[in-house]
């Protein structure tokens, strides 16, 4: 989906008239438009993955090796 807003957008179409073409695949709001709010904090969260890319590349690291420890320690009784 950011992927299209992003290209939309680029080609000068607002946030506003790209909505009702868009539909969440998944999750409780399956099949429907996302609002206007949340489409606006995908592409903050965007902007600021494309500003500090290390910051974003040490976050991703840092969550595979949690997820690689709690695989490989038992569950607990």
């Given at each position: 989906m950011l992927h299209t807003v992003l290209r939309r957008r680029a080609n000068g ?65």
């Amino acid at each position: 989906m950011l992927h299209t807003v992003l290209r939309r957008r680029a080609n000068g179409e607002s946030v506003e008239q790209i909505r009702p073409d868009l539909i969440i695949p998944t999750g409780k709001r399956k099949g429907q438009n996302p609002g206007v709010a949340s489409i606006y904090r995908a592409l903050a969260e965007h902007e600021r993955a494309q500003a500090y890319p290390e910051a974003v590349a040490q976050a991703r690291t840092d969550f595979a090796a949690l997820q690689a420890e709690e695989i490989h320690q038992p569950l607990s009784p």
